[in-house]
């Protein structure tokens, strides 16, 4: 598979869409970056809203910029620090509808409106957070977190 596609016009529809088209997408391929990779670009392709869709992985006690698409993105973020550190710092999907009123918030793209970050776990520990970004508040909901969380456990199963 090299490509994916979606006919849904509803987010929750094109999420549950994109979850076997990547899986035969990262089948059989086991080099990480080559499936960040990949999982970035197809996550982006169905979420529309997204201005960047990215992996910071786990070195450490730091997050390190992994494969994203989109603008240019700050690279190390300490456990704890901004969305995505609290995301992995408390295992949990964090929902910023407006990045401006996040306490500690690093604004890495000034353009960004709001964020939603998933934890990758694999083998019970957080090796990874999936970050989407957009220019539009309020682009992410409990629907996008619900959609994102098979993604983030099929990406935990892989060659960590």
Same mark, same amino acid.
């Given at each position: 598979? %090299? ?16 979850? &076997? ?8 391929? &086991?080099? !990480? ?45 300490? !456990? #704890?620090? #901004? ?6 710092? %408390? ?17 890495? $793209?000034? #353009?960004?409106?709001? %964020? ?14 999936? $970050?989407? $970004? ?6 992410? $909901? ?13 990406? #935990?199963?892989?060659?960590?």
């Amino acid at each position: 598979m %090299e490509s994916v596609a979606f006919a849904a016009p509803d987010q929750a529809s094109r999420y549950r869409e994109l979850l &076997p088209q990547l899986a035969a997408l990262l089948e059989g391929e &086991p080099d !990480l970056v080559a499936n960040l990779a990949n999982a970035a670009a197809a996550i982006r392709a169905c979420v529309p809203s997204a201005s960047w869709v990215g992996f910071y992985v786990l070195k450490g006690s730091e997050l390190v910029l992994g494969p994203f698409q989109g603008n240019v993105a700050c690279v190390r973020i300490a !456990l #704890g620090r #901004g969305v995505c550190g609290t995301a992995a710092s %408390e295992r949990r999907t964090v929902i910023v509808p407006d990045v401006h009123q996040f306490p500690g918030h690093i604004a890495c $793209d000034a #353009g960004s409106r709001s %964020e939603i970050v998933v934890p990758i776990v694999a083998r019970g520990t957080v090796v990874a957070v999936l $970050d989407l $970004d957009s220019y539009e508040l309020a682009a992410f $909901d409990d629907r996008d977190a619900a959609g994102l969380a098979p993604i983030a456990q099929l990406l #935990g199963e892989l060659a960590w």
